[in-house]
């Protein structure tokens, strides 16, 4: 009973912790200064052997808990090559201020973006579009305002729910590590693997078929911090599709990218956005940009949004 009780509450960590020490203490004694490393490595052992033989087996990752059984990645493997088609998701901004302390860089910011849908923000630097994103992705509080995703505030999805739903390319990363440039399209996955295990072959699987998708598929052993600055950008939008996300949020995604790419990077997210029914949000300088990918446009003007309208069509003035 206790066992049964155990496995329903807390899933396999909690079964492990009933049955391992049992079986430690038959093997050892009842010296606890032997008996608790001795269960802590039986434990960990037995997790690893099941976790890779799940993996093995079926493809499969072994939920650790109830937060990973609610949270993790889904039971039935979805095939390598196959791209789904994301949920129906609604991103909604109402009266949004933000900005860093007391200082508000934009404010009464509203617009509705959708599923299959793409919102590019135009306007000149400093007038906070990548302080705009950093508060929808989390990264800061809103000062007004609310953030609504499916009708749900944003500030109460865990950071494990936000990272499976929204996904973001910044305009510059500085590579902390030589890591290999697929291991980086690899953290994109971070959001749906267990917090003890290590990424799976439909992981790799997925990673590889993001770089596959921007071309840059021959980067994926070069080591990181030797690559171009727009080989880095393709890497990071890589890590980005990797994520598998609903919402993918860009700032200036072609900024360090050279022209056959930056004509290649525009047709990838109108492609994205109506094949695989992602709801976009990316800003740029370049109003041929704009209307080259995306169904709305917005006009970001001394920290409010000047104007915003679908396209083909004319954008509606709010000042």
Not at 4 to 23: E, N, Y
Not at 210 to 238: H, M, N, P, V
Not at 272 to 282: C, E, F, G, Y
């Amino acid at each position: 009973m206790m066992t049964a009780a155990s496995v329903a509450t807390c899933g396999m960590v909690g079964w492990v912790g009933l049955v391992i020490p049992h079986l430690a203490r038959s093997l050892v004694g009842p010296d606890y200064k032997v008996l608790l490393p001795v269960s802590l490595f039986l434990g960990s052992t037995f997790l690893l052997l099941v976790d890779d033989l799940a993996r093995v087996v079926g493809s499969l990752e072994l939920p650790l808990g109830g937060g990973d059984r609610s949270g993790g990645c889904a039971l039935v493997p979805i095939p390598a090559g196959a791209y789904q088609k994301g949920v129906d998701v609604m991103l909604e901004l109402e009266g949004l201020a933000c900005g860093y302390g007391r200082r508000t860089v934009v404010s009464d910011i509203s617009f509705t973006v959708e599923s299959g849908e793409n919102l590019c923000l135009l306007g000149p630097n400093g007038v906070g579009k990548t302080t705009l994103f950093r508060t929808i992705l989390g990264l800061l509080t809103p000062q007004k305002g609310r953030i609504l995703l499916n009708g749900k505030d944003l500030a109460d999805y865990s950071l494990r729910q936000r990272a499976q739903r929204l996904a973001y390319v910044p305009q510059a990363h500085t590579p902390p590590f030589p890591f290999r440039a697929l291991d980086v399209v690899l953290t994109g996955r971070t959001a749906h693997i267990g917090v003890t295990a290590t990424p799976s072959t439909r992981d790799f699987d997925i990673a590889e078929e993001s770089l596959d998708t921007l071309g840059a598929l021959d980067l994926a052993d070069r080591t990181y911090t030797e690559l171009s600055g727009g080989e880095r950008q393709l890497i990071l939008i890589a890590r980005a599709l990797a994520q598998r996300p609903d919402v993918l949020i860009m700032d200036e995604p072609s900024s360090s990218l050279d022209f056959g790419n930056q004509t290649r990077l525009l047709a990838l997210i109108a492609s994205l956005v109506k094949h695989r029914h992602l709801a976009v949000v990316m800003s740029s300088h370049f109003p041929n940009q704009a209307f080259s990918c995306a169904s709305k446009v917005g006009l970001m003007k001394d920290g409010g949004m000047m104007a915003l309208g679908h396209w083909p069509g004319r954008c509606s003035d709010r000042g």
